[in-house]
């Protein structure tokens, strides 16, 4: 089980921001950020994932999510970046890999353009956050929630859930979360300038993909890792949006893999 600590981070232009944050295992250090499903999308695959490798993984829950407070003027990826750009300085952690699922890849990479000496490498999952031409994030604001079911996993009955049977306090958590990704991602989940900038990157990137994800196809994917110089892309078969959930395995395997042979950084 994870130990829950809650934070309080100091931001230019914003002030003080509470983050919760949930830390599992020990040894190097491993900042896990979650996309629009929340915390509970990663957790279960923290734990896994620390145990397997004796490792500390770190999982911030971001601000808006989970029931959590978000500072008025805390309204964007970039913030967010920011925001825990600042944890790892006030935890004065080092050689820290980052690893983000969806719009937690989106802030994976806004994190590594920080070009902060703290992060060693970055494997983003699924990722959202650049434009590609032909190859638009879907409208996730425009989809029902069992249409995000049928385009986010490759075999989407063990997690569909109806959100009407939710109890209330889950239901406002839900609602809760999808205002917070309406506010730091806007309705397109993408930076037109943020391709471009992924350019300048000097670290070791590796680019998970699920190759039935219908949020953001095959081909984006190909994308996100051809904007950065050191970046490696890798299929997973039979997975969709949600890779650390519907196969757990496959995701460890690819990054600890990837540690022992061309990404040296991430592992000691």
Same mark, same amino acid.
Do not use: C
């Given at each position: ?12 232009e ?5 983050? $919760?944050?949930?830390?599992?295992? $020990? ?8 996309g629009?499903?929340?915390p ?11 145990? !397997?490798?004796?490792? @500390? ?8 999510? %989970? ?14 970046? %920011?925001?825990?750009?600042?944890l ?6 080092? =050689?820290? *890999?980052v ?18 000496? @703290? ?6 999952? =699924? ?16 989809? *029902? ?12 009955e063990?997690? @569909?859930? =109806? ?5 209330p306090?889950?239901?406002?958590i839900? !609602? ?7 506010? &730091? !991602?806007?309705s %397109?989940?993408a930076?037109p300038?943020l ?23 095959v081909?984006y994917g @190909?994308? &996100?890792? !051809? ?19 519907e196969?757990? =395995? ?10 022992? *042979?061309?990404? $040296?950084?991430?592992?000691?």
């Amino acid at each position: 089980m994870g130990i829950t600590t809650q934070y309080t981070v100091s931001l230019d232009e914003v002030g003080p921001v509470e983050v $919760s944050l949930a830390s599992y295992g $020990s040894g190097q250090p491993f900042l896990l950020l979650h996309g629009g499903a929340g915390p509970q999308s990663v957790t279960g695959f923290a734990e896994k994932f620390a145990a !397997a490798h004796d490792v @500390r993984v770190l999982v911030p829950t971001h601000p808006g999510f %989970a029931g959590t407070v978000r500072p008025g003027s805390l309204t964007s990826v970039p913030g967010l970046a %920011a925001l825990y750009g600042a944890l790892l300085d006030q935890l004065g952690l080092t =050689d820290v *890999t980052v690893i983000g699922n969806s719009i937690g890849g989106w802030i994976t990479a806004e994190i590594a353009l920080l070009k902060s000496p @703290r992060v060693s490498g970055i494997v983003l999952v =699924d990722a959202v956050g650049i434009e590609v031409p032909g190859h638009p994030v879907a409208d996730f604001f425009a989809l *029902t929630m069992d249409q995000v079911f049928e385009l986010s996993f490759h075999d989407p009955e063990p997690f @569909r859930v =109806d959100p009407a049977t939710l109890p209330p306090a889950a239901q406002a958590i839900a !609602a809760g979360n999808r205002t917070a990704i309406a506010v &730091y !991602a806007g309705s %397109a989940m993408a930076d037109p300038t943020l391709v471009g900038r992924l350019g300048s990157l000097e670290l070791p990137a590796l680019v998970l993909w699920g190759e039935s994800d219908g949020i953001v196809d095959v081909d984006y994917g @190909r994308a &996100y890792a !051809a904007a950065i110089p050191m970046a490696r892309f890798q299929l997973l078969p039979e997975t969709g949006h949600s890779p650390q959930l519907e196969t757990p =395995d496959q995701v460890d395997h690819a990054i600890w893999d990837s540690a022992d *042979t061309d990404f $040296s950084a991430f592992a000691r």
